[in-house]
């Protein structure tokens, strides 16, 4: 069974950090880019960031977050992270990460559309 979790969300104050963790099991993350998306109440799902396949080795982010996300991914643990730094209250929402069986691409778009594989979501809040 193909499975993504994500963990490493929670209450933190504006200016502070969390770091996510989307970690797959049933299969191995190394030929997929990975997104990470939120979304707030009432407001539409948007995305965040995406790290493309391993060989890829790119990146891309939502202008929101430039400077402050970084992804990256451990493939020795099967798992992509999401630091965040510098948070802000409207970085408040739930982050899902998901995954895109794209062997031989060496970009990620950070678009819902085409990641097939969805986990179920950590809380992130930010506020004082």
């Known amino acids: 069974q193909l499975q993504l979790v994500e963990s490493g969300g929670g209450l933190v104050q504006p200016g502070g950090s969390l770091r996510l963790s989307c970690t797959a099991s049933g299969f191995t993350l190394t030929a997929y880019a990975i997104g990470w998306f939120r979304q707030a109440p009432g407001k539409e799902r948007e995305g965040v960031s995406c790290?493309?396949?391993?060989?890829?080795?790119?990146?891309n982010y939502a202008d929101s977050v430039k400077g402050r996300f970084t992804i990256s991914r451990d493939d020795a643990k099967n798992t992509v992270y999401l630091q965040m730094n510098s948070l802000k209250p409207e970085d408040t929402a739930v982050y899902y990460c998901?995954?895109?069986?794209?062997?031989?691409?060496?970009?990620?778009?950070?678009?819902?559309?085409?990641?097939?594989?969805w986990g179920q979501g950590t809380q992130v809040t930010v506020s004082s």
């Open positions: 998901a995954a895109d069986f794209a062997p031989g691409v060496s970009v990620c778009y950070v678009t819902p559309t085409g990641y097939h594989y």
């Open positions: 790290i493309s396949t391993t060989a890829g080795g790119s990146t």
